[in-house]
């Protein structure tokens, strides 16, 4: 008789308290980790809910302040400001307008949060287009993936100055980091970091979003979001941003994407970011409304698998209430 048949592995015994449970669990999810994406609305005079998106609200300057105040104060890693402009053209000009509503935003933040809290800046043209594209489009209606990277470039310079710490490259123009960082660095903006949307995928899910930032696409973004049907393919647009000067590399969505996520994480050596979107959390919201599903045990499931999947980092519109719970 062998010795294992004496001593039967009994993995549960490690399961059989809380405190035990906690004491084993493998990876845990801080505040810290957690980066709030937050919505200015230029032109409201007071926070307007997003209808698909129950919970989280187009903010005015006032609001916008006081909510990122709260979400520094109960310890989010950091804040990704989005901006819906009042005005949008063919180009998306509110973009590099420095006197723009993302860049206001970003200011007016910079100045109340200082250096305690990440602040992140959305970099695309999508909430700034007449078409909603996310980069500007040629006299055939297709995006020009070039000349868009000079208008990225005189973005990031604008969001750097207002005083964004981190750029989101969330366009998927091809050689867009190495266009930001060098247009960055050569105002002397070499501190300020680019955290790549490297494995962007072309996404029901960002359905809700769409709501929230009023998007004008009448089409889709195919011909730059990728293809869900590849997963390689998100490890190789990791690589070219690392490439290119990338601080943070990204994968987005992050629930239906947890392979890419893992996969990142094995070749990446800056740290790996998953963006929880919109569509993730409008589902949870949407069944925990009918009684469906149990709404705070679905927020923590959905969120610890992004870290056990890879993430250092993780986007979610849960970043305040999970911040809050884990105060109290
Ligand atoms: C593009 C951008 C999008 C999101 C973040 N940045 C939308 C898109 O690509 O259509 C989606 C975020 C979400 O769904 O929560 N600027």
Not at 83 to 99: F, H, N, Q, W
Not at 196 to 209: D, L, Q, R, T, V
Not at 223 to 240: F, K, S
Request: glycine fraction near 8%.
């Amino acid at each position: 008789m062998t010795d294992h048949e004496h001593h039967p592995q009994r993995p549960r015994r490690l399961r059989t308290t809380a405190a035990m449970r906690r004491l084993v669990a493998e990876n845990r999810l801080a505040p810290a980790d957690l980066v709030l994406p937050v919505f200015y609305r230029q032109g409201l005079t007071s926070a307007r809910e997003i209808p698909s998106m129950p919970g989280v609200f187009q903010h005015d300057l006032d609001s916008l302040r006081a909510h990122c105040a709260e979400a520094v104060e109960a310890g989010c890693g950091g804040i990704m400001v989005f901006a819906v402009p009042a005005e949008r053209d063919e180009r998306g000009s509110a973009a590099t307008d420095p006197e723009g509503p993302l860049a206001q935003a970003v200011s007016v933040l910079a100045s109340d949060l200082g250096d305690r809290t990440v602040l992140m800046a959305d970099l695309c043209l999508d909430e700034f287009t007449s078409h909603g594209h996310c980069g500007v489009v040629d006299e055939r209606s297709r995006v020009d993936n070039d000349a868009t990277l000079d208008t990225y470039g005189r973005m990031a310079v604008v969001l750097g100055q207002a005083g964004a710490h981190v750029l989101g490259t969330s366009g998927m123009m091809d050689g867009q980091v190495g266009a930001v960082r060098s247009a960055l660095d050569r105002e002397g903006l070499i501190e300020t970091s680019v955290l790549a949307y490297a494995a962007k995928y072309a996404s029901a899910f960002y359905g809700p979003f769409r709501d929230a930032v009023e998007s004008a696409l009448s089409s889709d973004r195919r011909t730059y979001q990728q293809d869900p049907a590849n997963g390689r393919e998100g490890v190789r647009e990791a690589l070219l941003d690392i490439d290119e000067g990338a601080d943070l590399v990204m994968v987005k969505p992050a629930g239906s994407y947890l392979d890419v996520v893992r996969a990142v994480r094995e070749i990446s050596p800056v740290p790996v970011a998953a963006y929880q979107v919109s569509g993730e959390y409008s589902m949870i919201e949407a069944a925990a409304a009918r009684g469906w599903i149990d709404r705070t045990a679905l927020i923590d499931e959905s969120l610890i698998a992004i870290k056990r999947a890879g993430a250092d980092v993780l986007c979610t519109y849960y970043a305040l209430e999970y911040a809050r719970r884990q105060q109290s």
